[in-house]
């Protein structure tokens, strides 16, 4: 499908570009707060989750009270942050948004509330695959924040509710309400009818249980097609987005090995093995010499990547390899490579 | 001015029908191919917020204000919907769309001619009266407007609402231009090729342009007798001229210079390069700035449905549709402000009589 746009307020986006790197400096920030988390999966209640039309007036207003009751409990919640929104997730500051406004792990920001209330944050991890990101505000709370909610239990015709900054409305103010209803629920994009736009990016989609069940990311020219990342990717990526790791979840996983070469030496002699992989389990050591990976001569360590990544995780291996005057052959089996990783 | 954009959003528009194609069976699987040949809002989408079933419960409220809706035609095109504010004849509806001879269509199918009492060009608003007497008028909201997350809806003369939507913010000021501008003359080419910006990189089909021939490669070294340095000053002397006006151009095609005669169209036909329009969802009202005060909603709705009442589901009237403005946001004048606005223009027009 081809996008129009990021619902963000600057265009001129590449997320194409993965970046792998793991900032250490986060790791502090992240580990004096790792208190916070997702939660229990709550459960959904039969109103929010009904997908029948009001049958009249009745219905009708039984909706609105709703709505309205959660757009005030809610909207305090709800900040502005670099060109587009975000939504508070617990009262000390971890706020969920998506990752082209984050964009990396370790940027200073600043969240402004629906009060005027403005707040020093730093983002934390982000997956650009699914267009994740997660930010935490630096000073102190208790901040206002909205309920996790569950979205791999969407009933396509429910209705819900976004609330963000779209492009002209001023952020320090109550940001704007759009109600929709479901009209897909993937498990990497949620669609809605409720209208998102630049600026919406990061603004949090409710259920009428005033829960989180998506953050906005993208629309396309109609207006029913606007795009909502999944709440329960959040879920699924938290430990690695609070430990400030930018990774890209959807991209086809790599097979890993497991050997460190050293530093400044281009032959393919093994310096280190990584603990627990394939090389480890298999006998490779430090100091080994690889002559042969999967039948193929290698002459230098940078020969040894692409060979390792024309296997799949779990693949079983031949590594031939000269240990003092001995020649070894070894059977490795991969491992799975994440970001940061060597080979 | 910029027509590879355009191109590209009919492309995605397409992509997007097929898209939606794939996970909604029983649409009519007639590809658009032109951005706005379709209509992006009125696509009634199984299971959504304007999908036929709300609508109808909606319409049970609306009762009164529907028959108070009526349609606003401009030489027999529809232009606006409009709201009966006195039963003896009096309506109000957008004023900046309102050229040529002035009709109005009832709920019952009598079309009465109308004649435009005064404008408010300030709120966009003006006041219509039609020859007749005992009219069905619109209840209107009293007290504070509808806080947000309060639903509305858009009625028609029809039966069931244009569509339904909720309050998305308190009141708020609209900065930008004031009044209608000038409509700007539209011939349908992108510059930028050349040494000096004034070469044809794109011509837009069926535009005045592709009519009078010019080519991608062409320079265009004169406008109207005038040297052109630079694209800009190409643009500004083109759009000099209004629609239906003739341009002469000096263009520079292999070596040789060739005098062409565009008559110009209207720029508006296709979608105006606002920064807000990137996101799509158009089209969107010609006058969508310069309100002191409007009712920010989220109805989507096309620019011929402005004019008209927005009602609560007690069937009041909230506001008057002034403008579709975002892809996101629908303005309406709050009904106090019409109020106003309808004594005053009624004072002012007695008082010239």
């Known amino acids: 499908m081809q996008i129009v746009g990021y619902v963000f307020r600057r265009p001129s986006l590449v997320l194409a570009t993965r970046c792998l790197t793991v900032c250490s400096a986060l790791l502090l920030v992240a580990g004096s707060t790792a208190a916070v988390e997702p939660g229990d999966r709550p459960v959904t209640s039969a109103i929010a989750s009904d997908p029948n039309p009001p049958k009249g007036v009745a219905d009708l207003k039984a909706l609105e009270r709703t709505v309205q009751k959660i757009v005030a409990a809610v909207a305090p919640s709800v900040v502005y942050v670099a060109g587009g929104s975000g939504v508070v997730v617990s009262s000390d500051g971890y706020v969920l948004t998506v990752a082209h406004v984050a964009r990396r792990a370790g940027r200073n ?52 509710l976004t609330l963000g900054y779209p492009v002209s409305f001023e952020h320090g103010k109550m940001p704007a309400v759009r109600v929709g209803r479901v009209l897909h629920d993937g498990k990497k994009e949620i669609i809605t009818d409720g209208t998102i736009m630049g600026g919406d990016s990061g603004a949090p989609l409710f259920n009428l249980d005033g829960r989180i069940i998506g953050i906005g990311t993208k629309c396309i020219d109609l207006l029913v097609y606007n795009i909502h990342v999944p709440i329960d990717r959040y879920r ?9 790791k930018d990774f890209d979840s959807l991209a086809p996983k790599q097979a890993l090995l497991g050997v460190i ?49 024309r296997h799949r995780p779990g693949d ?16 490795v089996k991969l491992g799975r490579r994440n970001a940061g990783d060597d080979q | 001015m910029s027509m590879r954009r355009w191109q590209v959003l009919t492309l995605l528009a397409c992509f997007a029908w097929a898209a939606v194609q794939s996970w909604l069976p029983g649409q009519e699987p007639e590809a658009r191919s032109r951005r706005y040949d379709r209509d992006p809002w009125r696509l009634v989408v199984p299971s959504g917020k304007n999908e036929t079933a709300v609508k109808a419960a909606f319409q049970e409220a609306l009762g009164p204000a529907s028959a108070a809706t009526v349609q606003v035609r401009a030489d027999g095109e529809d232009v606006a919907l409009g709201a009966v504010v006195e039963s003896d004849g009096y309506l109000v509806t957008k004023a900046s769309v309102l050229d040529g001879k002035i009709t109005c269509r009832f709920k019952d199918g009598t079309v009465k001619a109308a004649r435009i009492v005064g404008q408010d060009s300030n709120q966009d608003l003006a006041l219509l009266h039609v020859d007749a007497i005992g009219l069905p008028t619109v209840a209107w909201h009293e007290g504070d407007p509808p806080p947000p997350g309060s639903l509305v809806a858009t009625s028609s003369p029809g039966n069931e609402p244009v569509a339904i939507g909720i309050v998305s913010t308190d009141l708020r000021r609209i900065s930008g231009p004031e009044g209608p501008q000038r409509p700007r003359g539209w011939l349908g080419i992108e510059l930028g090729g050349g040494v000096s910006g004034v070469g044809v990189t794109s011509v837009a089909p069926r535009s005045a342009a592709a009519a009078a021939g010019l080519r991608v490669g062409d320079e265009i070294r004169q406008v109207d007798g005038a040297a052109m340095q630079s694209a800009a000053q190409v643009v500004q002397s083109v759009g000099l001229h209004s629609p239906g006006e003739a341009v002469k151009l000096l263009v520079h095609r292999k070596d040789a210079n060739t005098e062409i005669s565009a008559t110009l169209a209207k720029a508006n036909a296709f979608p105006r390069e606002e920064p807000e329009d990137e996101w799509g969802g158009g089209p969107f009202s010609e006058r969508r700035g310069g309100f002191p005060l409007v009712l920010p909603h989220d109805t989507p709705l096309r620019p011929k449905d402005c004019g008209g009442p927005l009602v609560d589901t007690d069937g009041r009237v909230v506001g008057i549709n002034i403008a579709r403005a975002l892809r996101v946001i629908t303005y309406a004048l709050p009904a106090s402000v019409v109020r106003e606005v309808v004594s005053e223009l009624k004072r002012t027009a007695g008082r010239e009589q």
């Open chain 1, 236 to 244: 699924d990526d938290w430990e690695k987005l609070v430990q400030g």
């Open chain 1, 261 to 309: 070469p050293a530093d400044g030496s281009d032959e393919p002699r093994v310096a280190s093995v990584i603990p627990g992989s394939g090389a480890e389990k298999s006998g490779i050591r430090a100091g080994d010499l690889l002559l042969k990976f999967a039948g193929t001569e290698l002459h230098k360590f940078a020969e040894l990547p692409p060979l390792v990544q």
């Open chain 1, 109 to 160: 920001l600043v969240v402004i509330f629906p009060d005027g209330r403005r707040a020093r944050a730093v983002t934390l991890g982000n997956d650009y695959g699914l267009d994740a990101g997660l930010l935490k505000i630096t000073d102190d709370g208790p901040w206002p924040h909205a309920e996790w909610g569950r979205s791999d239990d969407l009933n396509p015709g429910q209705w819900c």
């Open chain 1, 316 to 331: 079983k291996v031949e590594i031939e390899l000269r240990r003092g005057t001995e020649t070894l052959k070894l059977q």
